[in-house]
């Protein structure tokens, strides 16, 4: 595999930072190929502006046009664009964070932001069919990515009925709406609970489970979410066929089967 391992922690002495050096190192040993950015380390900027473009300042600025054309006409900031080249070199994309407040840091949520671009991440159509690329058949189609997220939350509140809310709810944006969107698979979550109590015993463990779910990623099924570009979506209104999950609603639809 080629890695992109992104990480958003503010400490590199933490927990997150540990399973981070963890992961990267079994990866390696194993022949797999590891890049990582560490946004906090690189203090990469999250705020997207026109600097990121180029753009005349006496001109309306129009987020997604305006960042289609830098990346066109080679315009783009420099530090987006080394972004971009390792999404492009990756096969692989390992997303790791704390959870606050039921959200990953806002230094990484600014990296979506600036790097998945129109023109990079969206903007494309079938030249057949004129449908748009996305939900399964974006650009990045083919490539893989894995959430590795920490929590203080204590194990089980974060499942189908835990108080917090079911972990893959939480992370359906990202999932979904982020990766999917864009074309990825998304393979399931590996969570990290109660992580502001872990032991030395308990990191071990953990560890040793994370080295294991890293090596099986290229044989890891994916969660089953619908393609928008099939038939169980309606491809005026975009909306799910009334004879599929008829008694659900919300994220759950979504998925051809019960995620795991």
Same mark, same amino acid.
């Given at each position: 595999m080629k890695v992109l391992w992104?990480?958003?922690?503010?400490?590199?002495?933490?927990? /997150?930072?540990?399973?981070?050096?963890?992961?990267?190192?079994?990866?390696?040993?194993?022949?797999h190929e590891v890049q990582v950015s560490d946004l906090y380390a690189m203090?990469?900027?999250?705020?997207?502006?026109?600097?990121?473009?180029?753009?005349?300042?006496?001109?309306?600025?129009? &987020?997604? /046009?305006?960042?289609?054309?830098?990346?066109?006409?080679?315009?783009?900031?420099?530090? &987006?664009?080394?972004?971009?080249?390792?999404?492009?070199?990756?096969? $692989?994309? &390992?997303?790791?964070?704390?959870?606050?407040?039921?959200?990953?840091?806002?230094i990484l949520k600014?990296? =979506?932001?600036?790097? =998945?671009?129109?023109? =990079?991440?969206?903007?494309?159509?079938?030249?057949? $069919?004129?449908a748009t690329l996305r939900y399964g058949d974006g650009p990045l189609t083919g490539k893989r990515a894995m959430v590795v997220v920490t929590a203080?939350?204590?194990?089980? $509140?974060?499942?189908?009925?835990?108080? /917090?809310?079911?972990?893959?709810?939480?992370?359906?944006?990202?999932?979904?709406?982020?990766?999917?969107? $864009?074309?990825?698979?998304?393979?399931?979550?590996?969570l990290v609970s109660s992580a502001d109590r872990t032991t030395p015993a308990a990191f071990e463990d953990t560890a040793a489970q994370l080295r294991t779910r890293l090596l099986e990623l290229p044989t890891t099924p994916p969660l089953p979410f619908r393609r928008q570009n099939s038939p169980d979506y309606d491809p005026e209104t975009l909306t799910l066929h009334p004879d599929l999950a008829p008694n659900l609603t919300g994220p759950a639809i979504h998925y051809t089967d019960t995620p795991r």
């Open positions: 992104l990480a958003a922690h503010p400490e590199e002495r933490s927990l /997150n930072g540990s399973l981070k050096d963890e992961g990267v190192r079994a990866l390696r040993e194993h022949g203090k990469w900027n999250p705020v997207v502006d026109a600097d990121d473009f180029d753009h005349p300042s006496e001109e309306r600025l129009h &987020i997604s /046009n305006a960042a289609e054309r830098a990346l066109g006409n080679g315009t783009l900031s420099p530090d &987006i664009r080394a972004e971009q080249q390792k999404v492009l070199w990756a096969d $692989t994309l &390992i997303v790791q964070f704390p959870l606050w407040w039921y959200g990953m840091p806002a600014g990296w =979506f932001d600036r790097v =998945f671009v129109k023109g =990079f991440a969206y903007g494309f159509s079938d030249p057949d $069919t004129g203080g939350a204590r194990p089980g $509140t974060l499942g189908p009925r835990g108080v /917090n809310g079911d972990l893959n709810d939480l992370l359906f944006p990202l999932h979904h709406g982020t990766f999917w969107y $864009t074309g990825m698979s998304a393979v399931p979550p590996f």
